[in-house]
């Protein structure tokens, strides 16, 4: 900390030398021009061309009266060299304070060093902001992670690779909107703070609103004020928007996190399926260039069609459990014995069918795979099936043993929707927190009548996690939820 602070003294010394040189060391704009990568890449199109470009000084090499450095922006690296016989004293004396982690602006000629490194003979150096802070020197590996995540300012400058996640990022939302505009989509934007949390079986954020004097929760779902909308007249809208749950914390979760939600009407979940597959094989052959991909060393084949398979058949596939002849409550609670599963005795077989799935079934689900006809206990929202009433018209996708969507033919039928809504109240009121509350307002406009429709959320963070190759979803978020250090 005593040689931390040493140097933090000397860079603050150097802001006192700029302004006695009469320069401003927190500089104003400057005319770039051109990028790194643009320069390096096309390096017959600007020999010996004029170039301004700006960036960060990331390497200091200083040999006399002319010396090297590199410069980085938010494309790459590149070199410059500088001389005091071109330049003159006064300017060469700025390069001499400059600090690793300085803001430059430089203009110069492009050139190749003896060694082909492309390089820009400066003619003009402008100080743009002084760093006062040491960049740290080793920011790479696990031992750093924790630090990496809180100081993502500093993970961007001295991890490249990291920035190019978020530049993919980017990509990503942008060729889904493009996939979904093309199909006729309508993005809209609907509220973050709910009078009822809806939508989802997640515990909510809680706040107050003081002119009101009423809680508010923070959305867990974009979904039932997207399905107002289809009451509305508006048959085909999307959202892409930040969600919040107060659940943990791990390499899958994040209680702020980016969905996509999106309903069509006149549609199903049929519909739903062919939707996804087409638009995550789109969103992959725009950003990476093809449709086959490699996660966490696992080779994936993103291109339709996916496997499709029921949830009661994939249980009898992976765990060798026939639930069409488990159909009793003892022969459910026998089952939960044998199994230990972490569930009492008398749950509900939905809810006990949900279980052994998720226990038994997903850690299989490596390639692309729609899970079917979820049990209505667990799908508050679908439209249940007509051959079975005991399940709904609902999928979830599976990639790499997780969920990246969920999608339902959604129940658009008044007094089933508000029956189901008393159960969810019922479990509520017996201590499931995440039970969905009543919401008489969506049942009203259910009433009006919605028409029959099918509707998607997609995660965008899981999503952008298996085309970046990123482990965690902290990884890919700029600034995850992270425990303060005064908690720790």
């Given at each position: 900390?005593?040689?931390?602070?040493?140097?933090?003294?000397?860079?603050?010394?150097?802001?006192?030398?700029?302004?006695?040189?009469?320069?401003?060391?927190?500089?104003?704009?400057?005319?770039?021009?051109?990028?790194?990568?643009?320069?390096?890449?096309?390096?017959?199109?600007?020999?010996?061309?004029?170039?301004?470009?700006?960036?960060?000084?990331?390497?200091?090499?200083?040999?006399?009266?002319?010396?090297?450095?590199?410069?980085?922006?938010?494309?790459?690296?590149?070199?410059?060299?500088?001389?005091?016989?071109?330049?003159?004293?006064?300017?060469?004396?700025?390069?001499?304070?400059?600090?690793?982690?300085?803001?430059?602006?430089?203009?110069?000629?492009?050139?190749?060093?003896?060694?082909?490194?492309?390089?820009?003979?400066?003619?003009?150096?402008?100080?743009?902001?002084?760093?006062?802070?040491?960049?740290?020197?080793?920011?790479?590996?696990?031992?750093?992670?924790?630090?990496?995540?809180?100081?993502?300012?500093?993970?961007?400058?001295?991890?490249?690779?990291?920035?190019?996640?978020?530049?993919?990022?980017?990509?990503?939302?942008?060729?889904?909107?493009?996939?979904?505009?093309?199909?006729?989509?309508?993005?809209?934007?609907?509220?973050?703070?709910?009078?009822?949390?809806?939508?989802?079986?997640?515990?909510?954020?809680?706040?107050?609103?003081?002119?009101?004097?009423?809680?508010?929760?923070?959305?867990?779902?974009?979904?039932?004020?997207?399905?107002?909308?289809?009451?509305?007249?508006?048959?085909?809208?999307?959202?892409?928007?930040?969600?919040?749950?107060?659940?943990?914390?791990?390499?899958?979760?994040?209680?702020?996190?980016?969905?996509?939600?999106?309903?069509?009407?006149?549609?199903?979940?049929?519909?739903?399926?062919?939707?996804?597959?087409?638009?995550?094989?789109?969103?992959?052959?725009?950003?990476?260039?093809?449709?086959?991909?490699?996660?966490?060393?696992?080779?994936?084949?993103?291109?339709?069609?996916?496997?499709?398979?029921?949830?009661?058949?994939?249980?009898?596939?992976?765990?060798?459990?026939?639930?069409?002849?488990?159909?009793?409550?003892?022969?459910?609670?026998?089952?939960?014995?044998?199994?230990?599963?972490?569930?009492?005795?008398?749950?509900?077989?939905?809810?006990?069918?949900?279980?052994?799935?998720?226990?038994?079934?997903?850690?299989?689900?490596?390639?692309?795979?729609?899970?079917?006809?979820?049990?209505?206990?667990?799908?508050?929202?679908?439209?249940?099936?007509?051959?079975?009433?005991?399940?709904?018209?609902?999928?979830?996708?599976?990639?790499?043993?997780?969920?990246?969507?969920?999608?339902?033919?959604?129940?658009?039928?008044?007094?089933?929707?508000?029956?189901?809504?008393?159960?969810?109240?019922?479990?509520?009121?017996?201590?499931?927190?995440?039970?969905?509350?009543?919401?008489?307002?969506?049942?009203?406009a259910l009433e009006i009548g919605m028409p029959p429709?099918?509707?998607?959320?997609v995660g965008i963070d899981r999503l952008v996690m298996?085309?970046?190759?990123?482990?965690?979803?902290?990884?890919?978020?700029?600034?995850?939820?992270?425990?303060?250090?005064?908690?720790?």
């Open positions: 900390m005593e040689d931390l602070n040493e140097l933090m003294q000397i860079r603050h010394e150097k802001i006192d030398e700029l302004k006695s040189k009469g320069i401003d060391p927190f500089g104003q704009k400057f005319e770039r021009a051109q990028y790194a990568d643009e320069i390096l890449n096309n390096f017959e199109q600007f020999q010996d061309k004029s170039v301004a470009l700006a960036g960060r000084v990331m390497s200091k090499r200083e040999h006399g009266k002319a010396s090297f450095a590199h410069v980085q922006d938010i494309s790459g690296r590149i070199q410059f060299y500088i001389r005091q016989d071109d330049v003159g004293e006064d300017m060469y004396s700025i390069f001499n304070i400059l600090d690793i982690g300085d803001l430059v602006g430089i203009e110069g000629s492009v050139f190749k060093t003896r060694r082909g490194e492309v390089t820009i003979n400066v003619s003009n150096l402008k100080m743009l902001s002084k760093s006062l802070q040491p960049l740290p020197e080793k920011w790479h590996g696990l031992k750093d992670v924790d630090l990496r995540y809180r100081k993502r300012y500093i993970d961007l400058i001295v991890n490249p690779e990291v920035r190019q996640v978020f530049v993919k990022r980017s990509k990503i939302i942008k060729a889904m909107r493009q996939f979904l505009d093309t199909k006729g989509f309508l993005e809209v934007e609907t509220p973050t703070m709910h009078t009822i949390a809806g939508g989802a079986t997640a515990r909510p954020f809680t706040t107050h609103h003081n002119a009101l004097d009423i809680d508010l929760y923070m959305r867990i779902a974009l979904e039932l004020h997207l399905k107002r909308l289809l009451v509305g007249g508006m048959e085909q809208v999307y959202e892409i928007g930040r969600v919040f749950r107060n659940e943990g914390i791990s390499t899958k979760h994040n209680p702020e996190f980016t969905m996509l939600e999106l309903y069509q009407a006149y549609s199903d979940y049929h519909d739903m399926m062919g939707l996804t597959e087409q638009m995550i094989s789109y969103v992959a052959q725009e950003t990476l260039g093809t449709q086959t991909i490699t996660y966490q060393g696992e080779e994936i084949n993103l291109a339709p069609p996916w496997n499709r398979i029921t949830m009661v058949d994939a249980i009898k596939e992976y765990a060798e459990i026939d639930f069409d002849i488990v159909t009793k409550q003892e022969e459910v609670d026998a089952l939960i014995d044998k199994l230990d599963l972490q569930v009492d005795k008398g749950t509900a077989r939905g809810k006990v069918i949900n279980e052994v799935f998720e226990v038994y079934v997903e850690p299989h689900l490596m390639q692309p795979t729609f899970i079917m006809d979820y049990p209505i206990e667990v799908s508050p929202l679908a439209k249940k099936k007509k051959d079975d009433p005991n399940f709904t018209y609902r999928f979830e996708a599976f990639i790499y043993c997780r969920e990246l969507a969920n999608a339902f033919s959604e129940l658009n039928d008044p007094i089933d929707q508000k029956e189901r809504f008393l159960g969810q109240v019922a479990d509520r009121e017996a201590g499931d927190s995440e039970a969905h509350m009543m919401d008489e307002d969506y049942v009203n429709a099918g509707g998607l959320g298996l085309l970046t190759d990123a482990p965690s979803i902290r990884d890919v978020i700029l600034f995850p939820t992270m425990r303060p250090k005064d908690k720790e």
